[in-house]
Nanobody, 126 residues
Framework: VQLVESGGRLVQAGDSLKLSCAAS????????MAWFRQAPGKERVFVSF????????SYEDSVKGRFAISRYNAKNTLYLQMNSLKPDDTAVYYC????????????????????WGQGTQVTVSS
């Protein structure tokens, strides 16, 4: 499966932004999906996870109450609504996918996911 993120741009602190991730290729397979982010000079870290049918969702603590993950399977698209953005949210945001049928691993680890996109830059100015 191929993943393409979009929607990142420069915004002011307190603004909202919605990222999208379009999947193509073997989309008939059910995939669990997640958003990760990587700030300059730092490791890629978990942001949010959503199960293949949206029945299970989790967030990293610093984004709880501000970010909302969703997916529209009919359009093979994953979303991340980001509200009340802070300068610390500045990073390249990546969507990642893993076949639901795979077992084992930790879904907050980047290595859990065999597929990821090229990323989209989000910059939040103070």
């Amino acid at each position: 499966v191929q993943l393409v993120e979009s929607g990142g741009r420069l915004v002011q602190a307190g603004d909202s932004l919605k990222l999208s991730c379009a999947a193509s290729g073997r989309t008939s397979t059910n995939y669990d999906m997640a958003w990760f982010r990587q700030a300059p000079g730092k490791e890629r870290v978990f942001v949010s996870f959503i199960g293949s049918h949206g029945g299970y969702i989790s967030y990293e603590d610093s984004v709880k109450g501000r970010f909302a993950i969703s997916r529209y399977n009919a359009k093979n698209t994953l979303y991340l609504q980001m509200n009340s953005l802070k300068p610390d949210d500045t990073a390249v945001y990546y969507c990642e996918a893993r076949p639901t049928e795979w077992t084992g691993g930790i879904n907050r680890s980047p290595s859990y996911y065999p597929y990821w996109g090229q990323g989209t830059q989000v910059t939040v100015s103070s």
